[in-house]
């Protein structure tokens, strides 16, 4: 039984990193955003004010994310630590923690690497 879960953003990368890791790891993608604002809430816009405080509801953006979703909870299910390799931007970041927040992550290991080479990925990872 693989022991980790790799989740990067691109299904493009799914195949090289399942080279270079191995069989000890799962690599999914998330394809991009899993999730969005919902239009409830306040004026329709996915979020209310409740004691001073911002209440968001988030649900998948599509069908194709739906199951994303579903795949990647099947797969956390599995292993015993994910670690989220999204891309080191702005929208990485946030596609990272809605990863985090969807899968019930408590303390995710989050790996940033700027290059797809078994050195770069190998070292980011922490893998021999």
Known sequence: M???LLIVESPGKVKKLNQILGADWIVRASCGHIRELSD???DSLGFSMENGSVQC???PR???AKETIGKLKSAA???DEVV???DPDRE??????ALAQVLGLKDPKRVVYTEITAS???HHVKIN
């Open 40 to 42: 409830k809430g306040d």
């Open 57 to 59: 509801d988030y649900v």
């Open 84 to 86: 989220l390799a999204t």
């Open 62 to 64: 599509d069908q194709r």
């Open 77 to 79: 299910k599995e292993v």
């Open 120 to 122: 770069a990925v190998r």
């Open 2 to 4: 693989p022991k980790r």
């Open 92 to 97: 990485g970041e946030t596609i990272a923690l």
